[in-house]
């Protein structure tokens, strides 16, 4: 879930903010923003690729936490929404139109993350419901999507758009192309179990048709084959220990299934992925490490999970204190997949953590009316204190008229 669901993407746009291993190398990304932040976004590097990727995160994390995120958070992602109902990754002048010569170019990841957000705060269904057009008419003829309308379909893509739809209350597997749907899309994209990386997805074909193991990919189509979006509640464990296999249909679920067995292998040793990036392929894959905890819960390894969660606990707070509210969102994700508290996460406070670095929540409904009530009371009292002195003086018919007007609305 880092700030480009792809390989691809990262190569063409640099090392970005949430990006694992641009962290990992002690350097913080973007320290001198280009575009001006916002005050209702959440960080301070620039916004350019990633402002309604970590946006959408940070919310979605928010409000899974039971928190209502500030209502200027909440206006900035949507005043983010292009006319034709994307979402690009950052519009620096919303008066511009999005697409056209300079104009912010909408992409399915933005939008998908977006509508997620979106529909799980409530009262944006006009918003979602154009973003979900947008994102139909963006489908490939192959069932998926790829980083742009147009593009090459992509695992990422189509599994993100995929936790859109479902998020939505949409069947992704009724959204059928000329040639498949988005779960067939994923299935294509599988290896098989007795081929290197058996079970894994990749991210696309490379330029000779063949699938590699990508474990970027891997951990976002457990979710998409799982019909799944980023946010997982804690389920009921598996007994068994995952492993792929061939017999029967590719099923959506036996997908998801020999995905999870390969991510659960990958781990099984340091806990950890190591980062896929030419130049960083010893550094350890904290995003995607990540995504792992929370694609193994979603598909019943609880206790698979269990290793790269206590490794993230140990070692990721630095990571995300570098990489900013996105990275905080994903650690507060894995925790809730797994039951755990974020609020102690190896001694950091990743909901405290993730505040510091946007708008702070809006207090809570309940604290709101107990502050009320609490001001009701002490003028009761007062007033009351007011007519024990008026019975002694004038009378208790006076007081007793005065406290019915008192406890009138």
Known sequence: MNVRR?????????????????????????ASPKATVP???????????DGVWRQSLALLAQHTLGLRPNTRAVDWLTGQQCAEGGF??????????CGGKGGAQPDTNSTAAAVQALGALGGHDAGIH??????????????????????????NSTSVVIGALAVAGDDPGKLRAAKGTPYDLLSAQALGCDEDGGGAL???????????????????????????GF??????????APACSAAG????ARVADNAAAYLAHAVAGSGHLKSALPGAEDQPDYGNTADTV??????????????????????????????????????????????????????????????????????????QKSAERAEDDSHTGVWWIVGVGLVAGIGIGFLLSGRRKKQQP
Do not use: C, M
Request: proline residues 9%; aromatic residues 6%; charged residues 20%.
């Open 6 to 30: 792809s390989a691809a993407a990262l190569a063409a746009i640099g090392v970005l903010a949430a990006a694992a291993p641009a962290t990992a190398a002690g350097t913080s990304p973007s």
């Open 39 to 49: 005050s209702g976004l959440f960080g301070k590097s620039d916004p350019t690729y």
């Open 88 to 97: 690009a990754p950052f519009r620096a002048d919303t008066a511009k139109p």
């Open 130 to 155: 154009k973003a979900l057009v947008w994102l139909k008419d963006a489908q490939n003829e192959d069932g998926g999507w790829g980083y742009t309308p147009g593009s090459p379909s992509d695992t």
């Open 202 to 228: 990749a991210y696309q074909p490379d330029k000779k048709g063949r699938l590699v193991a990508n474990a970027d990919a891997t951990a976002a189509a457990v979710l998409g084959a799982l019909g799944k």
């Open 231 to 240: 946010v997982n509640e804690p389920g009921k464990a598996r007994a068994k």
């Open 249 to 252: 249909k590719a099923t959506p």
């Open 294 to 367: 929370v694609a193994l819960a979603a598909d019943g390894w609880n206790a698979q999970a269990k290793k790269p969660y206590a490794w993230l606990e140990k070692n990721a707070a630095g990571w995300a204190g570098q990489s900013g509210p996105a990275a905080y969102a994903q650690l507060i994700l894995a925790a809730h997949a797994v039951g755990a508290d974020p609020r102690d996460f190896g001694g950091t406070d990743l909901v405290r953590s993730l505040a510091a670095t946007g708008p702070a929540p809006e207090p809570a409904a309940h604290t």
